[in-house]
T-cell receptor
Framework: QQPVQSPQAVILREGEDAVINCSSS?????VHWYRQKHGEAPVFLMI?????EQKGHEKISASFNEKKQQSSLYLTASQLSYSGTYFC???????????FGDGTTLTVKP | EAQVTQNPRYLITVTGKKLTVTCSQN?????MSWYRQDPGLGLRQIYY???????DKGDVPEGYKVSRKEKRNFPLILESPSPNQTSLYFC??????????FGPGTRLTVL
């Protein structure tokens, strides 16, 4: 079952914050986040394993609520370079099968 | 440099003509996957492999074959391509921390 991402698209001004949500109907082993710029391959941002942890990398962080089967990606003080499509991927085991959401397109304007 | 390579990057072919898209990684990863990406549909997993000679179906395996005879290579085979297989294909290799490293993509057009 494919995870559901929301919103589908968001437009920000530089310096504004954004939250992208990822929700699954299945119990999850892990949630991983990627950013893809137009015409390029997806690039790994971070992974969260079951246990409800939160991770961060500079101004991009994420949380994983195992009980609610939800993850959120937080982008603070957005920069122009944050523009792209963000995908969440989920796995219900560590066996290699991954399912991705349809993506959230983030546009950061000057 | 750690990387995943795919060839060819672009391919235009005709219905029914067998083709292979190669994928190779130099990171000694055990897990590898193939995805297709279509507008508005995100990334859909075609096949994945947990190790040499171990492969399994993803969400959209119909019309595709894979093999994993060596750890570094994971080719995608289309025995009889059809127009609905026109898509952007990505190979990915999974590291020890479960992060996936994607190849540059292969844009396939089947006429």
């Amino acid at each position: 079952q494919q995870p559901v991402q929301s919103p589908q698209a968001v437009i920000l001004r530089e310096g504004e914050d954004a939250v992208i949500n990822c929700s699954s109907s299945k119990a999850l082993y892990s949630v991983h986040w990627y950013r893809q710029k137009h015409g390029e391959a997806p690039v790994f941002l971070m992974i969260l394993l079951k246990g409800g942890e939160q991770k961060g990398h500079e101004k991009i962080s994420a949380s994983f609520n195992e009980k609610k089967q939800q993850s959120s990606l937080y982008l603070t003080a957005s920069q122009l370079s944050y523009s792209g499509t963000y995908f969440c991927g989920t796995a219900d085991t560590n066996a290699g099968k991954s399912t991705f959401g349809d993506g959230t397109t983030l546009t950061v304007k000057p | 440099e750690a990387q995943v390579t795919q060839n060819p990057r672009y391919l235009i072919t005709v219905t029914g003509k067998k083709l292979t898209v190669t994928c190779s990684q130099n990171m000694n990863h055990e897990y590898m996957s193939w995805y297709r990406q279509d507008p508005g549909l995100g990334l859909r997993q075609i096949y994945y492999s947990m190790n040499v000679e171990v492969t399994d179906k993803g969400d959209v395996p119909e019309g595709y074959k894979v093999s994993r005879k060596e750890k570094r290579n994971f080719p995608l085979i289309l025995e009889s391509p059809s127009p609905n297989q026109t898509s952007l294909y990505f190979c990915a290799s999974t590291g020890g921390g479960y992060e996936q490293f994607f190849g540059p993509g292969t844009r396939l057009t089947v006429l």
